[in-house]
């Protein structure tokens, strides 16, 4: 009995490979991935070499690290939300459902997939940037560390969270409506400036999100010591970093396969035709 | 009773009806409630091994409901269901194994090449092998069967409807079912595709797969079928061969003949009886003698439009067109 949801499984790895050299095959994705680029090194070109005050650091060195970590939190949980939808409209998580233990190879895919995006999508503005800052991966080994617990830990806190969302959803246009908050989220997260900048009250509400612990724990590998300064408590705060982050991801990970396999009780040919039903009436 | 070219080993066995493992499906009293409404009302009927059967009915008479309630993505309300066996709310992946859904695909897996797709979905079936049905269906054979041999390496996005039907039915068949649910198959195929597609379902067949199919058309359910279902009014209201059914119905079949140079025309609902009158009367006066018997669709015509006109109740029409046949 356990031996074909392995087999499953290991099926699933396949297919998040798969699907990995498709995105990165396709035209409109890679576009995807470069706009992406692109629209994380713009801001470091307007503010350049600008120091940031009191922490020994410019500006643009703040910010990529910190992008990177929104990078992260936003693939993590929006594009595995979009996806899900997505897939559920267009009847792919049906098909998944009418093999045997399709939908363990589908779960396995996902994250593989999204994982690697997530990677990648982190990968490309820092091979950039990190040429245009400076005092940006210059530690040594042992900050660098942080990264191989902060980036999984991330996408624990933030894949199976979109995986709710995205089955929660009705459709993958509810998605597009939720990326105002998120924006709006991203702005008081301590992205593009310190959070310590900010009242309190909204210092309280970033912190709640995986967006700034992300940002956090990104600019704690990245940087040097000196930017501490411009961190809450001038501490990198690692304990709260992994309590947050780790509170994220055990909560997703228990919502999320009873959501899951609400939703995906649900699916039916009948319920996908009226999906199509109703996405065609849009369309027209 | 037409589908008597199943198993000779398992025939064989001593006893009068067939043994056990003959039955695929087996519903009885089904009924499905949506909120205040009754879809299904008491659906009862049965498939055995290698049979094709084909429901008909009009639409929102619970076609698809019925099917997604055997292929177990739907709750049924009330009434014993079993698919191969077991009960399809409480089916497990080993029984799902044995089961091809041929889905009305819209636009998944687009970025996925025919071959690589293929490939992946047969996959998850190889655990569920045995050394009577080997699973999956080889790759590249399943593409020649469903005739997507130059398509193989294509995108899915980019494959016309009719190829893409075609890798819906691969992707039904690819883990060897025994039982094949097909909903609407041939919708917005064209005639040849639709020919080649009846083709692989004979086989299947023939090869002892249980197929269960909807359909619209009418000339493709005459063609295909073993036993033709009419769902109607949430209940089973037709059951048997097409040239059953008609009898049953009572569709009246049409004579038409010449007289003195006179075209006649009368329809009856005993075309022999009629016609050795009309000789018996008329002798060698009669020529062009024509008699067109009820074709399937005067049939469903005559039992749907009885039911809805509700000169036969639901109950009537379950005892007087179905009972009879089981």
């Known amino acids: ?63 990529l690290p910190s992008m990177l970590g929104m990078t992260l939190a ?34 396995v895919g996902k994250v593989v997939m999204v994982s690697g995006t997530a990677l990648v999508s982190m990968a490309l503005p820092f091979a950039v940037g990190v040429f245009m800052v400076d005092g940006v991966a210059q530690r040594g080994g042992g900050a660098l560390l942080t990264l191989v617990w902060v980036v999984p830990l991330g996408l624990l806190a933030t894949l199976p969270a979109g995986a709710v969302i995205g089955s929660l959803v009705t459709s993958p246009r509810t998605i597009g409506l939720l990326m105002l908050p998120v924006m709006g989220l991203v702005v008081i ?44 408590g001038e501490s990198w705060r690692y304990l709260e970093t992994v309590g947050v982050l780790g509170a994220w991801a055990v909560a997703g990970l228990l919502l999320a396969p009873p959501v899951l396999r609400r939703m995906a009780r649900r699916e039916s040919g009948a319920a996908m035709a009226e999906r199509h039903r109703k996405a065609m009436q849009r369309v027209v | 009773m037409t589908a008597d070219h199943a198993i000779p080993a398992a025939g064989a066995r001593a006893g009068g009806g067939p043994p056990e493992s003959d039955t695929v499906i087996d519903v009885r009293d089904l009924r499905m409630r949506y909120r205040t409404q009754d879809v299904l009302r008491g659906v009862e009927f049965t498939a055995r091994r290698g049979e094709v059967l084909v429901l008909l009915g009009p639409n929102g008479a619970g076609k698809t409901t019925t099917i997604e309630v055997l292929e177990g993505f739907r709750m049924r309300s009330a009434g014993d269901v079993a698919v191969l066996g077991t009960d399809p709310a409480h089916g497990d992946e080993r029984w799902r194994a044995r089961l091809g859904i041929v889905l009305q695909s819209w636009r998944d897996h687009g970025k ?27 790759t590249d054979e399943l593409i020649a069967a469903v005739g997507l041999a130059e398509q193989a390496h294509k995108r899915v996005a980019t494959l016309s409807g009719g190829q ?18 097909l909903d609407e198959p041939t919708a917005g195929l064209d005639p040849e595709a ?32 073993d036993r033709i279902l009419i769902l109607a009014g949430g209940r089973i209201v037709g059951d048997g061969p097409a040239a059953e059914l008609s009898r049953q119905a009572s569709a009246e079949a049409t004579v038409r003949w010449t007289r003195d ?13 009629f016609v050795r009158r009309l ?23 005559t039992m749907v439009r009885e039911l809805e006109a509700g000169h036969v109740t639901g109950e009537q029409a379950a005892h007087a067109f179905g009972e009879g046949t089981r």
Do not use: C
């Not at chain 1, 035209?27 to 350049?48: E, H, M, N, R, S």
């Open chain 1, 189 to 232: 997260s301590g992205i593009y400036f310190p959070l310590t900048e900010l009242p309190e009250w909204l210092q309280l509400v970033a912190q709640v999100f995986p967006v700034y612990w992300l940002g956090l724990g990104l600019r704690a590998a990245l940087l040097p010591d000196v930017a501490v300064a411009a961190e809450i």
């Open chain 1, 74 to 107: 936003f693939t993590g949980m929006m594009t595995t939300a979009q996806l899900l939808a997505t897939e559920r409209e267009d009847g792919t998580l049906l098909r998944a459902k009418a093999v045997p233990h399709g939908m363990v190879g589908h779960l």
């Open chain 2, 164 to 181: 893409r039907r075609r890798l819906d039915v691969a992707v039904g068949i690819v883990g060897r079912p025994e039982l094949l649910f």
């Open chain 1, 1 to 63: 009995m356990n031996n074909p949801v392995w087999y499953a499984a290991r099926t699933g790895l396949r297919r998040g490979w798969t699907e990995l050299k498709q995105t990165f095959t396709s035209g409109q994705d890679v576009f995807g991935y470069v706009l992406w680029t692109v629209l994380l090194i713009v801001p470091l070109f307007l503010v350049g070499d600008e120091a940031l005050e009191g922490a020994g650091i410019s500006a643009g060195a703040f910010m």
């Open chain 2, 279 to 301: 000789f018996e009367e008329h002798g060698d006066a009669i020529s062009g003698l024509e008699v067109r018997r009820a074709s399937l669709e005067d049939t469903y015509l």
């Open chain 2, 194 to 225: 639709r020919n080649e597609f009846h083709g692989l379902v004979r086989g299947l067949a023939d090869e002892n797969t249980t197929v269960l199919m909807t359909t619209h058309d009418l000339a493709e359910a005459e063609k295909l079928a």
């Open chain 2, 112 to 138: 996925w090449r025919v071959r690589e797709l293929l490939e992946h979905l047969g996959a998850y079936y190889a655990p569920y092998s045995t050394d009577l049905v080997r699973r999956p269906w080889d």
């Open chain 2, 261 to 273: 140079g006179k075209p006649f025309e009368q329809a009856t609902a005993e075309p022999t009886r």
